[in-house]
């Protein structure tokens, strides 16, 4: 790519071929940053419907027990981890883009993140953020309000 920018330094064109190569770089990037939300939004929205479920049937079962809660925790504490580990590629995505933006050192369409993530959180501190936690907390609470309800029979 550096041999590329040299040859049409030479001949005049590199300002606007430079420029329309980081457009095209930023759309791309922009791109992945935006698959990302969505694949984080679709996680959610798994979490709360094996929430829902795990409360449907504790609710509508004849002799409801324990471990339907329990079994539905362990999906939902594995799309809270898928979650965090969304938002963490995401935050190094938006890392990679900004230095796209700036103009500085990048690799011409490169969509190699790894770089940035060591400036990122851990998969653990951004589960237990505010932005992740809250989330799931609500939806944990939830069931376990249920199910005491059930168990004590209120």
């Known amino acids: 790519m550096k041999q590329y920018l040299k040859l049409l330094r030479k001949m005049g064109n590199v300002e606007g071929h430079d420029e ?4 095209a770089h930023l759309t791309m990037l922009q791109g992945v940053i935006t698959r990302m939300g969505a694949n984080s939004f679709t996680l959610k929205a798994l979490a709360a419907t094996f929430g829902s479920a795990a409360v449907a049937v ?3 079962v004849e002799t409801p027990s324990p471990y339907y809660a329990v079994a539905a925790t362990f999906p939902m504490i594995i799309f809270w981890l898928m979650d ?8 190094a ?3 990679l883009y900004d230095h796209v933006r700036k103009g500085e050192d990048v690799e011409a369409y490169s969509l190699e993140a790894t770089p940035f993530m060591k400036d990122t ?8 953020s505010w932005s992740v936690s809250w989330f799931y907390m609500a939806i944990f609470l939830s069931l376990g ?3 005491s309800l059930i168990f004590c029979g209120v």
């Open 84 to 91: 965090a580990q969304y938002l963490r590629l995401e935050r």
């Open 20 to 23: 329309s190569v980081r457009i």
């Open 58 to 60: 504790l609710a509508t």
């Open 121 to 128: 959180s851990s998969v653990l501190q951004l589960a237990l």
């Open 145 to 147: 309000a249920v199910a």
């Open 93 to 95: 995505y938006r890392k």
